[in-house]
């Protein structure tokens, strides 16, 4: 039986594809983007959270860690993540839930036990299952094996990806998905490097396989302030919709919800430096949109 590393599953979405829908956060990426809202999903390992506010100071976990990777600071738990495991040894004795590992290894059974449970909803609403991440196909063979569970169980299908691995990984995929929600962050190949980690080359490539074959796409472009904010930058990844023969481009508001979790992780969020606001102010951003020349392309914010 198929196992992947799964760190959340979000039950009656309303947001990413058709119906009432269940989404399954895969671990793994392959791109480093600065704005990141899931920091825990880029790794594929299990990773250790602290959230300071719910320490009770009780200490218990430092004598629970196997490897004394845990020690008392001014700011409460202080964790050596070069000693630490991700065991969760500590998290089992925490039950003020300060410490929390994101991330279980499940099977495709384990998976569909709580999928299942919304079969109804799904059957009544058009909905369904919806990979997300991450990048749920950074874990390719467990998420072929999801997407195709869910066929096999009559669901609608549903992927949110940013398109940056090869061909043949799309195509295994492929046959078993309704809908891709595809991420286009930019079209400058250098440009999208530097902020990502990658260039867009590989993304571009599959984007356009997935509309040379008639597939059922939507664009969602992360309006990120300081990287693609910019008419110019907007209007290019329009043209390209347009282009390829796409036709919905969805447009979704910068935000800095997931800035705590880098704390969390004992990490930097970098972007906040970078961005100088923390929202997309959207009258601005519709008066930006009324700029764009869009033919019959449907355009819509935050969907």
């Not at 919806?130 to 609608?156: C, D, H, I, W």
């Not at 530097?194 to 040379?212: E, P, Q, S, Y």
Request: proline share 3%; with cysteine.
């Amino acid at each position: 039986m198929e196992e992947g590393t799964v760190f959340d599953i979000q039950r009656f979405s309303l947001h990413d594809g058709t119906g009432i829908r269940t989404i399954v956060f895969l671990k793994g990426c392959s791109l480093e983007c600065m704005w990141c809202s899931n920091p825990e999903s880029k790794s594929l390992d299990p990773q250790l959270f602290y959230w300071q506010k719910k320490c009770i100071a009780c200490k218990a976990c430092m004598d629970q860690c196997p490897q004394r990777a845990l020690s008392w600071s001014e700011q409460g738990i202080a964790c050596d993540r070069s000693l630490c495991t991700n065991c969760g040894d500590c998290c089992k004795t925490c039950y003020a839930e300060a410490l929390v590992l994101r991330g279980r290894r499940m099977s495709v059974d384990e998976v569909f036990d709580e999928v299942l449970r919304d079969q109804l909803f799904y059957s009544l609403s058009g909905g369904g299952l919806t990979l997300s991440g991450g990048e749920p196909v950074a874990q390719p063979g467990f998420a072929r094996a999801l997407l195709q569970r869910a066929k096999q169980e009559g669901m609608n299908t549903a992927i949110e990806t940013a398109g940056n691995y090869s061909l043949e990984s799309l195509q295994a995929i492929d046959p078993f998905v309704d809908m891709y929600l595809f991420d286009v962050k930019h079209t400058d190949a250098e440009k999208h490097k530097r902020f990502t980690g990658k260039d867009n080359g590989l993304i571009l490539k599959n984007l356009a396989w997935l509309a040379d074959n008639k597939r059922n796409v939507i664009v969602r472009v992360p309006v990120i302030p300081g990287f693609n904010d910019d008419v110019g930058t907007l209007q290019s990844i329009v043209d390209l919709a347009i282009q390829l023969g796409i036709g919905q481009v969805s447009f979704l508001p910068y935000h800095e919800f997931g800035r705590n979790k880098y704390a969390a992780l004992g990490q930097e969020y970098a972007y906040g430096k970078i961005s100088g606001r923390v929202s997309l102010d959207l009258d601005a951003f519709n008066r930006t949109k009324g700029l764009l020349r869009t033919a019959d392309l449907h355009i819509n914010v935050g969907g």
